[in-house]
T-cell receptor
Framework: AQKITQTQPGMFVQEKEAVTLDCTYD???????LFWYKQPSSGEMIFLIY??????QNATEGRYSLNFQKARKSANLVISASQLGDSAMYFC??????????????FGKGTHLIIQP | NAGVTQTPKFQVLKTGQSMTLQCAQD?????MSWYRQDPGMGLRLIHY???????DQGEVPNGYNVSRSTTEDFPLRLLSAAPSQTSVYFC?????????????FGSGTRLTVV
């Protein structure tokens, strides 16, 4: 079984500041992938960034980076230089990569991020 | 390239009615899955498919059926709708290969059961 915990239901951040969204996980899979998705008020799910459990370096995608600490089972999303358009729900998710025929993502409950001007 | 297409976008059902939520992808993805999103709950996996003819249950499968007769389509059937199935439903797909990429999601179906 897999579990994702996001402990910040909501966050207010000033524009241009960096923001860290917390995510901790639990899994029995020796190999797994961690994902972050953005859901703006329009409702679509937008893929942001991916980290594999055996990746040596933390993933980065533009202003997004993933602070992966395997021993602590954490995969925090860092957004640098926040913009008003970053206001949205953010979901952390994971999937086991060990095979066995299973698929699909396990999601956390999300963090509602509001960027203030 | 349309990606993942879900129809309808909105639906109101009466308790006990049945209906099918449609999901189609044009990316030749092997893996497809259905999720429901309820306030404060995040997304939860209903059913998934690892290829045509192969489906399996996710976290919350009760009250839903799926089938996968083609690579492109993965419909979700509500057999006898209940108010507890009021939710936003998302379909997603992913490909395979050397580089793991994020799942592509459809735009969702907002279902209300009265």
């Amino acid at each position: 079984a897999q579990k994702i915990t996001q402990t910040q239901p909501g966050m207010f951040v000033q524009e241009k500041e960096a923001v860290t969204l917390d995510c901790t996980y639990d899994t029995s899979d020796p190999s797994y992938g961690l994902f972050w998705y953005k859901q703006p008020s329009s409702g679509e799910m937008i893929f942001l960034i991916y980290q594999g459990s055996y990746d040596q370096q933390n993933a980065t995608e533009g202003r997004y980076s993933l602070n992966f600490q395997k021993a602590r089972k954490s995969a925090n999303l860092v957004i640098s230089a926040s913009q008003l358009g970053d206001s949205a729900m953010y979901f952390c998710a994971m999937r086991g990569l060990s095979g066995g025929g299973a698929d699909g993502l396990t999601f956390g409950k999300g963090t509602h991020l509001i960027i203030q001007p | 390239n349309a990606g993942v297409t879900q129809t309808p976008k909105f639906q109101v059902l009466k308790t006990g009615q049945s209906m099918t939520l449609q999901c189609a992808q044009d990316m030749n993805h092997e893996y497809m899955s259905w999720y429901r999103q309820d306030p404060g709950m995040g997304l939860r996996l209903i059913h998934y498919s690892v290829g045509a003819g192969i489906t399996d249950q996710g976290e919350v499968p009760n009250g839903y059926n799926v089938s996968r007769s083609t690579t492109e389509d993965f419909p979700l059937r509500l057999l006898s709708a209940a108010p507890s199935q009021t939710s936003v439903y998302f379909c997603a797909s992913r490909g395979t290969g050397g580089q793991i990429i994020g799942y592509t999601f459809g735009s969702g179906t907002r279902l209300t059961v009265v």
